[in-house]
Structures are given as structure tokens and as C-alpha cells.
């Protein structure tokens, strides 16, 4: 078997990290038997890299490193990085290149119509050297997608717009099927793991998602193995609940490199079934766990049961 994404080189790191340059590099685990994953060869691989390639689009499957790619790729599954591939935000966890952003890209919106998606997920960098963090850019390719493949769910995975008034009521008016928004970690972690981010303005976030549109999806995810407590854990469900959050992601955090924050600790399979157990007893009407879950993996799916989730509880409550 193949472990494909271990770290890359120190050159390649500088590149695409200058500011971990000079970090000293941390201790590198060997990953357990249950995170090893297969390089992707299959056909349908080559052709959604092939589609991808041609309209010179940017995905997170790809500038994060993700594990899932070739299962992804396989079913012509991809999340698409709106807004460039360059970060203007250093998280620790993170793989994503940081510096100067380029201009934005409007092709996605043909490529969704091209490899034919009932389903597609849309993400970005953070853009805090917009006036808007990129609210505008979201609205222009929901608006596109709309029109160019009208059967197609949307789903969006946004930056914090952190500092940016009504840029979040801009991106929730143009009406995306699901709201997505990751805490990454528990509050404890933000200083080391995410230090541009600011823990309760993203609860809040959410919560302000459900109170401009009620019937809007929300959801948002987190890694573990960050050296968080369990209890942390369990206190950012309830947070997540409190927002009226109605999908959690739990998955286990790879290292990029020997410059970006350590593996504190790989979670059991039986860990993570753990918290999906908790989670559902909170009130989350879909919760995946997993060491491989990532937040747009299997979404199309989980949007057709976490829709059938909320008829089943309408029906129960009426």
C-alpha cells in the first residue's frame, strides 16, 4: 500500500510558507494503518484532474493535500477554491500557500456544467485584503452556477469575514443550499492553530446564518488530534447547537509538513464513532466522524440525507 500526501520538501515549503521558514521543524508521526490511503490511478481521476486542468481552476482537494482526492476525483467529486490559491492568513494546520493573492477566477460555473454536478462545493482562501473578504465573489459564481447548471445544489465553505460589515448577509441573500463554516478546533487552540481567526465571532457566524434565513443548512467541521481534550470537544457541540448548526465534521488533522503544527495524537476509529454517537444525542441532524472525514467529503450524499433528516424530524415534531 501507498501513503500518498506525507510531508513535502523543505524547499517546496518555503515556496509555498515563507512564514514557516524558520520554524523549527516538529516530529513527523508514522500515520496508523487506518489513515493510509492509495495514490489515485484510476480513469476518472485522470479525467476530472484532465477538466480541472483545462479551465486552470483551484481546489482545496488539491492546495490542502487531501487524503479523499482519489476517491473524489473517481466520481467526478471536487471542491473548487474561488478567489485564487494564494491565503493572506498563516493557520498553523494549514497547506494552502500564504502571500500576495491573485486575481479571481470565473470559470467554475463551466466546469460544474461540464462534468455534469448535482452537487458541488465551493470554498476560498481568505481574502482580508478585499473590503468585502470576497462576498461579492461568492454571490457572483452562486449566481453562475444557478444559471449554467440550474439542477446543481450549492454548497459553500466560507472564509470568517472577519472585520467585514455585511459581507456575510450578501453571501446568505444568493441563496446557497448549505452554509458551511469551520471552527477547525476548540477555542483552546486558536492562539497556536488558528491565530488570524477568532473563535465565538465564527459561532456567531453560523448563529446569524439561521437568523437571516431559518431554512438555510448550516454546517461546520473540525479536526482532532490537535491535542484538544475530549471535554473541549464535547463543549464545542454544544456551542455548535446553541448556533442551531445542524451538520458536524469531525476528522483526524494530517501534518503537511515539518513546519506546520504536530500531530499530537492519531484518533481510534472507535474515538470518532464516539463523538458521532454524542453529537447525535445533542440534536445535529447529520454528524460524520471518521479519521478520513473531510468537509466536503461525500457531500453530495450527506445533503440528500441530511435533507431527508429534517423532513424526518418536521414530521415527528407535527
Not at 491573485?102 to 458541488?120: E, F, I, T
Not at 444568493?174 to 497556536?192: G, I, Q
Amino acid at each position: 500500500m501507498v501513503t500518498v500526501f506525507d510531508a513535502v520538501s523543505d524547499r517546496a515549503q518555503r515556496v509555498r510558507h515563507p512564514e514557516k521558514a524558520h520554524r523549527p521543524d516538529t516530529e513527523v508521526l508514522r500515520k496508523p494503518d487506518w489513515i493510509r490511503v492509495k495514490a489515485p490511478t484510476s480513469k476518472g481521476y485522470q479525467e476530472t484532474r484532465s477538466i480541472v486542468k483545462s479551465h486552470k481552476l483551484v481546489t482545496v482537494c488539491e492546495e490542502a493535500g487531501c487524503p479523499n482526492i482519489g476517491e473524489c476525483w473517481d466520481k467526478k467529486h471536487a471542491t473548487f477554491m474561488i478567489m485564487g490559491e494564494i491565503c493572506t492568513r498563516a493557520c498553523a494546520f494549514c497547506n494552502v500557500a500564504t502571500g500576495k493573492p491573485n486575481a479571481l477566477n470565473k470559470k467554475v460555473a463551466k466546469a460544474v456544467k461540464q462534468m455534469g454536478l448535482s452537487h458541488v462545493v465551493i470554498t476560498s482562501v481568505d481574502r482580508d485584503d478585499l473590503d468585502d473578504g470576497g462576498a461579492e465573489h461568492f454571490e457572483k459564481v452562486i449566481f453562475a452556477i444557478r444559471d449554467a447548471s440550474p439542477e446543481t445544489t450549492i454548497e459553500i465553505l466560507t472564509p470568517d469575514f472577519l472585520r467585514k460589515p455585511g459581507a456575510l448577509e450578501r453571501v446568505v441573500a444568493a441563496k446557497p443550499d448549505v452554509f458551511n463554516h469551520n471552527l477547525e478546533t476548540v477555542p483552546s487552540n486558536y492562539l497556536t492553530v488558528r491565530p488570524g481567526a477568532r473563535y465565538f465571532h465564527s459561532i456567531r457566524l453560523l448563529q446569524r446564518v439561521k437568523e437571516l434565513d431559518p431554512t438555510m443548512f448550516t454546517k461546520s467541521g473540525i479536526m482532532v488530534g490537535l491535542g484538544e481534550e475530549r471535554n473541549e470537544v464535547l463543549q464545542l457541540m454544544d456551542d455548535l447547537r446553541t448556533a442551531d448548526v445542524d451538520f458536524l465534521t469531525i476528522g483526524q488533522y494530517l501534518q503537511p509538513s515539518r513546519k506546520h503544527h504536530k500531530v499530537e495524537k492519531f484518533v481510534t476509529p472507535e474515538e470518532f464513532k464516539s463523538y458521532e454517537t454524542v453529537a447525535y444525542t445533542k440534536g445535529f441532524l447529520m454528524v460524520s466522524s471518521s479519521p478520513l472525514t473531510r468537509s466536503s467529503h461525500h457531500a453530495g450524499d450527506d445533503f440528500a440525507r441530511l435533507k431527508a433528516a429534517r423532513e424526518k424530524k418536521l414530521l415527528a415534531a407535527g
